[in-house]
């Protein structure tokens, strides 16, 4: 199956300080990219929703300008943390689709564990 | 708007035995499709199986069969001959055709007890 990376796997950083994740979608051409915030024992929350050249979609209650969004390619998106608080630790996971296809899943990445001291 | 129900927050199942996760969901829209997923202490989600909402025939894919009954809008998980791998959190999803997103439910806890 097609197979999506996230970098990195795991962050620690200092309070106030930016991460920035990468996903990666490797043998396939990813149309629109799913960002998902993940607390222990709960669902996945969609943060947002990027489409390759064109501004994410928020969902209502993310902060646009906290979490920062950007899909450069058909193959990358990336998703910023900016000024990171200890509120902010997390597991994020993206994943990709591919357009057309409605029973093509959406493929997930590894997800990265967010730890802000 | 799109709503997935999973009522049973933990599970436990002897090893060996088949188990049955219950999905209900909500929609008001005619074209859809559901999904499983399996999500290990990893944290990695693992697709399972799918199902369309045209489709006559319950999906299977090897232990994994999805009892779907369109009238009732349940799409339980069904997991035969359970082994200890299968141990993990257990997610049901909806995407509604054309709107890219999927609604997850809250996840069941399976436990596969030796």
């Known amino acids: 199956g097609a197979v999506v990376s996230q970098h990195p796997s795991r962050v620690i950083c200092k309070s106030g300080t930016s991460v920035k994740i990468e996903c990666r979608s490797l043998d396939f051409q990813a149309t629109t990219m799913f960002w998902y915030r993940q607390f222990p024992k709960q669902s996945l929350m969609l943060m947002a929703t990027s489409n390759e050249g064109s501004k994410a979609t928020y969902e209502q209650g993310v902060e646009k300008d906290k979490f920062l969004i950007n899909h450069a390619s058909l193959t990358l998106s990336t998703l910023t943390v900016t000024s990171a608080h200890p509120e902010d630790s997390s597991f994020y996971i993206c994943?990709?689709?591919?357009?057309?296809?409605?029973?093509?899943?959406?493929?997930f990445g590894p997800g990265t564990r967010l730890l802000v001291l | 708007a799109q709503k997935i129900t999973q009522t049973q927050p933990g599970m436990f199942v002897q090893e060996k035995e088949a188990v049955t996760l219950d999905c209900t969901y909500d929609t008001s829209d005619p074209s859809y499709g559901l999904f499983w997923y399996k999500q290990p202490s990893s944290g990695e989600m693992i697709f399972l199986i799918y199902?369309?909402?045209?489709?006559?025939q319950n999906a299977t894919e090897g232990r994994y069969s999805l009892n779907f009954q369109k009238a009732r809008k349940s799409a339980n998980l069904v997991i035969s001959a359970s082994q200890l791998g299968d141990s993990a959190m257990y997610f049901c999803?909806?995407?509604?055709?054309?709107?890219?997103?999927?609604?997850f439910g809250d996840g069941t806890t399976l436990t596969v007890k030796p």
């Open positions: 199902q369309g909402s045209y489709d006559q």
């Open positions: 999803a909806m995407r509604v055709t054309n709107a890219g997103k999927s609604t």
């Open positions: 994943s990709a689709s591919t357009a057309g296809r409605d029973e093509e899943t959406q493929y």
